[in-house]
């Protein structure tokens, strides 16, 4: 069936292509160049060689006659069609025109393929300045394309045989075996991949690279070219040439524009040209003005996303055998496997300059910690204090600290933890006090999902998240009885499941408890466990309060305005003598933690360049005269530490007016452990 559309003119011009297409897509492209004559069929000494079985050995030729090209059967079995139509005789061929021989199709075309502009036309010389020296394609084919390596996919069928690579596939009688070449091409492509994947420089990569072409494939030039920077949605990234190879005096020149912003597209395959001398258009000429290019491969460096990350280019020279489809085969796959090793170096740089980066900042974070675990105190009970962590941090014991509300409890805990060998480990605090038994149990052990109403996914306890680490329990006093015994039995190495779980699961967990409790006291009167009591106390650090510390109380003052100055950005020197005095007498119910929200507040409401007397809020009971001491009940020695403190909190909410949270505020801590107390005390004198 004829075409449609109106036929176009013939070719009038000498350089045209034949563009091959195989299984719907663009397969070669021949290059007609008179007085060539060109045949096609299955022998392979056709210049275009068809290997199907409906094509004769001889089927066609074009020839260039009466300036024109024209198209003739050559006696072939199922005949030669032109636009369809099966022809009789000879036919002048138009722009566009389709040929079929056997199942190929071939468009006679006045342009090549992937080229923006037609062939015809003058061609603008380029000089061979070191910028740009280019490819060198002359004048006729290109005859195979190629997006991946049949050696890297398993399926090698080569349409011809290749040429072997310097000192493989060579037999015997010296001919050529296709499966030699590429059981060695397989095997050295093993081998090349192998020493990339141990480079770890971009430029040793590419050196390796060359080497193994130059080893593998008779090229009389070679460049490498790589991506520069990123692309954008406007624009393709700047590809740069890195490195060059070259035989004899012959200098490497770059592809032209054309070529390269072809194989750049993100359909382009790789190209093999072959009987292009002389073709201006895809050609830079030499230093003598010559066009000595007879083939040249053009492979383009994708990555898995399809990014363009640069290309290989060969050539070789008018004289010399050509670069064939298994050369091509082969670049292919070393394009792929070089590409793979480019992207793994790019990402090992990345997570090498991401690690860098988390040193560091674990570094800074552990310098911070430091400051913050560091055990501030001259005194002799907190010399015995650091040297007790000293011997009990290294063990695996179980550790009960004690002491006041605000001492620092938890902070002896994290000393503990860092001066361990689980110091690489997680550290993980929780207040015992601050949820109900139902709460505690799932935040200590986790629930599965469906547990409880609210359970909407399985979540893991603090014993798992402090797995090969430690576990701080504050106020483990506050513990429902039914808990410690579950507690009690992971302390003695039993695993445990989850609220609503069978799965067993064990934790290698260091505990470290803390409370301001008599846990003595409290075994007595049945509210808390005996067993449990002698499993923590392996080994007790008690924590002087701050009262007791001596001129401790200055020493954590000044870190204090050292630590604030710096966050807020002030200048205030010290502390006046009145204030001093004032520090020193006061006797710190809230203990360190009081210390530091009285520092902070003197910090923020200050614009002098020292602390005096009236920027310390301090609460009036224990910071009064003797007498004042005296008439408040508290001077008697025969008063418990625990009415003390009750005695205590009540005189500071009665100045502050019933007020609970300016009240905590003084006394130094938090609202919902002053609402315990408080309710702790209406409990006992029921």
Same mark, same amino acid.
């Given at each position: 069936?004829?075409?449609?559309?109106? /036929? *176009?003119?013939?070719?009038? @011009?000498?350089?045209?292509?034949?563009?091959?297409?195989?299984?719907?897509?663009?397969?070669?492209?021949?290059?007609?160049?008179? /007085?060539?004559?060109?045949?096609?069929?299955?022998?392979?000494?056709?210049?275009?060689?068809?290997?199907?079985?409906?094509?004769?050995?001889?089927?066609?030729?074009?020839?260039?006659?009466?300036? +024109?090209?024209?198209?003739?059967?050559?006696?072939?079995?199922?005949?030669?069609?032109?636009?369809?139509?099966?022809?009789?005789?000879?036919?002048?061929?138009?722009?566009?025109?389709?040929?079929?021989?056997?199942?190929?199709?071939?468009?006679?075309?006045?342009?090549?393929?992937?080229?923006?502009?037609?062939?015809?036309?003058?061609?603008?010389?380029?000089?061979?300045?070191?910028?740009? @020296?280019?490819?060198?394609?002359?004048?006729?084919?290109?005859?195979?394309?190629?997006?991946?390596?049949?050696?890297?996919?398993?399926?090698?069928?080569?349409?011809?045989?290749?040429?072997?690579?310097?000192?493989?596939?060579?037999? *015997?009688?010296?001919?050529?075996?296709?499966?030699?070449?590429?059981?060695?091409?397989?095997?050295?492509?093993?081998?090349?991949?192998?020493?990339?994947?141990?480079?770890?420089?971009?430029?040793?990569?590419?050196?390796?690279?060359?080497?193994?072409?130059?080893?593998?494939?008779?090229?009389?030039?070679?460049?490498?070219?790589?991506?520069?920077?990123?692309?954008?949605?406007?624009?393709?990234?700047?590809?740069?040439?890195?490195?060059?190879?070259?035989?004899?005096?012959?200098?490497?020149?770059?592809?032209?524009?054309?070529?390269?912003?072809?194989?750049?597209? /993100?359909?382009?395959?790789?190209?093999?040209?072959?009987?292009?001398?002389?073709?201006?258009?895809?050609?830079?000429?030499?230093?003598?003005?010559?066009?000595?290019?007879?083939?040249?491969?053009?492979?383009?460096?994708?990555?898995?996303?399809?990014?363009?990350?640069?290309?290989?280019?060969?050539?070789?020279?008018?004289?010399?055998?050509?670069?064939?489809?298994?050369?091509?085969?082969? $670049?292919? !796959?070393?394009?792929?496997?070089? +590409?793979?090793?480019?992207?793994?170096?790019?990402?090992?740089?990345?997570?090498?300059?991401?690690?860098?980066?988390?040193?560091?900042?674990?570094?800074?974070?552990?310098?911070?910690?430091?400051?913050?675990?560091?055990?501030?105190?001259?005194?002799?009970?907190?010399?015995?204090?650091?040297?007790?962590?000293?011997? !009990?941090?290294? +063990?695996? !014991?179980?550790?009960?600290?004690?002491?006041?509300?605000?001492?620092?409890?938890?902070?002896?805990?994290?000393?503990?933890?860092?001066?361990?060998?689980?110091?690489?480990?997680?550290?993980?605090?929780?207040?015992?006090?601050?949820?109900?038994?139902?709460?505690?149990?799932?935040?200590?052990?986790?629930?599965?999902?469906?547990?409880?109403?609210?359970?909407?996914?399985?979540?893991?306890?603090?014993?798992?998240?402090?797995?090969?680490?430690?576990?701080?329990?504050?106020?483990?006093?506050? @513990?429902?009885?039914?808990?410690?015994?579950?507690?009690?039995?992971?302390?003695?190495?039993?695993?445990?499941?989850?609220?609503?779980?069978?799965?067993?699961?064990?934790?290698?967990?260091?505990?470290?408890?803390?409370?301001?409790?008599?846990?003595?006291?409290?075994?007595?009167?049945?509210?808390?466990?005996?067993?449990?009591?002698?499993?923590?106390?392996?080994?007790?650090?008690?924590?002087?309060?701050?009262?007791?510390?001596?001129?401790?109380?200055?020493?954590?003052?000044?870190?204090?305005?050292?630590?604030?100055?710096?966050?807020?950005?002030?200048?205030?020197?010290?502390?006046?003598?009145?204030?001093?005095?004032?520090?020193?007498?006061?006797?710190?119910?809230?203990?360190?933690?009081?210390?530091?929200?009285?520092?902070?507040?003197?910090?923020?409401?200050?614009?002098?360049?020292?602390?005096?007397?009236?920027?310390?809020?301090?609460? /009036?009971?224990?910071?009064?005269?003797?007498?004042?001491?005296? @008439?408040?009940?508290?001077?008697?020695?025969?008063?418990?530490?625990?009415?003390?403190?009750?005695?205590?909190?009540?005189? $500071?909410?009665?100045?502050?007016?019933?007020?609970?949270?300016? !009240?905590?505020?003084?006394?130094?801590?938090?609202?919902?452990?002053?609402?315990?107390?408080?309710?702790?005390?209406?409990?006992?004198?029921?």
């Amino acid at each position: 069936m004829a075409k449609s559309s109106p /036929p *176009a003119e013939p070719v009038g @011009m000498a350089r045209a292509y034949l563009v091959l297409r195989s299984s719907g897509r663009w397969s070669d492209v021949f290059r007609l160049s008179p /007085p060539v004559e060109v045949v096609i069929g299955r022998a392979s000494s056709n210049q275009i060689v068809i290997r199907d079985q409906q094509a004769s050995r001889h089927h066609a030729k074009i020839f260039w006659t009466d300036s +024109t090209w024209v198209l003739s059967d050559l006696g072939s079995v199922n005949g030669t069609f032109l636009n369809q139509n099966r022809i009789e005789d000879h036919q002048v061929l138009r722009d566009g025109d389709t040929i079929q021989v056997g199942g190929c199709e071939i468009t006679f075309s006045s342009q090549i393929p992937g080229l923006s502009h037609p062939v015809d036309g003058p061609v603008q010389s380029v000089s061979n300045s070191d910028d740009q @020296m280019t490819l060198e394609i002359d004048a006729g084919t290109i005859t195979e394309r190629r997006r991946h390596s049949a050696y890297l996919s398993g399926e090698l069928n080569l349409v011809s045989k290749p040429k072997p690579p310097v000192g493989m596939g060579v037999n *015997a009688s010296g001919s050529r075996d296709t499966g030699s070449i590429a059981s060695d091409a397989s095997h050295r492509l093993l081998q090349l991949a192998f020493q990339l994947a141990r480079s770890d420089e971009a430029a040793k990569v590419i050196e390796l690279v060359l080497d193994d072409l130059s080893q593998c494939i008779r090229f009389d030039s070679a460049g490498l070219y790589l991506a520069q920077g990123k692309a954008t949605e406007s624009a393709r990234a700047e590809i740069a040439l890195v490195s060059t190879r070259q035989s004899g005096s012959r200098s490497y020149r770059r592809p032209p524009e054309s070529l390269t912003s072809a194989v750049a597209s /993100p359909e382009a395959d790789a190209i093999l040209a072959r009987n292009v001398l002389g073709d201006p258009e895809v050609a830079i000429e030499n230093s003598h003005g010559e066009l000595d290019v007879e083939s040249v491969i053009l492979a383009p460096l994708r990555d898995r996303h399809g990014q363009h990350r640069g290309m290989i280019h060969l050539t070789t020279a008018a004289g010399n055998p050509p670069l064939n489809l298994g050369d091509l085969e082969y $670049v292919v !796959a070393v394009g792929e496997i070089l +590409t793979a090793s480019l992207v793994n170096l790019a990402d090992r740089r990345k997570l090498a300059k991401s690690l860098r980066k988390t040193k560091q900042q674990v570094k800074d974070l552990q310098r911070r910690l430091g400051d913050k675990v560091r055990i501030l105190g001259n005194s002799e009970p907190m010399q015995e204090l650091v040297e007790k962590v000293g011997l !009990a941090a290294p +063990t695996s !014991a179980t550790v009960l600290v004690r002491g006041e509300s605000g001492v620092g409890k938890e902070l002896v805990a994290a000393a503990i933890h860092h001066a361990s060998d689980r110091s690489e480990g997680p550290l993980i605090c929780m207040n015992c006090a601050a949820l109900s038994p139902t709460l505690l149990e799932s935040e200590l052990f986790g629930h599965e999902k469906g547990a409880f109403t609210g359970a909407t996914e399985r979540t893991c306890g603090k014993f798992e998240l402090a797995d090969g680490g430690t576990l701080m329990l504050d106020e483990i006093g506050e @513990m429902d009885l039914d808990i410690q015994a579950k507690f009690l039995r992971v302390l003695e190495g039993h695993p445990f499941e989850r609220v609503g779980g069978q799965e067993a699961i064990r934790a290698n967990v260091r505990v470290v408890a803390a409370t301001n409790r008599d846990l003595r006291q409290m075994v007595q009167e049945n509210k808390f466990r005996q067993d449990l009591y002698y499993r923590l106390h392996v080994v007790e650090l008690v924590i002087p309060p701050l009262r007791k510390r001596g001129r401790d109380c200055l020493l954590i003052a000044e870190h204090f305005l050292q630590q604030f100055n710096h966050q807020m950005g002030r200048k205030i020197t010290g502390f006046t003598e009145e204030a001093t005095q004032k520090l020193l007498s006061y006797q710190w119910p809230g203990n360190v933690r009081e210390l530091r929200n009285v520092i902070e507040r003197a910090v923020v409401l200050n614009t002098k360049s020292v602390i005096e007397l009236s920027d310390l809020t301090l609460a /009036p009971v224990l910071g009064g005269s003797s007498d004042q001491v005296a @008439m408040s009940g508290l001077s008697s020695p025969e008063i418990s530490l625990a009415e003390l403190e009750k005695r205590h909190i009540d005189r $500071v909410l009665q100045y502050t007016d019933g007020n609970k949270s300016r !009240a905590a505020s003084i006394l130094g801590i938090e609202r919902s452990t002053l609402d315990r107390k408080l309710k702790r005390y209406q409990q006992e004198d029921t």
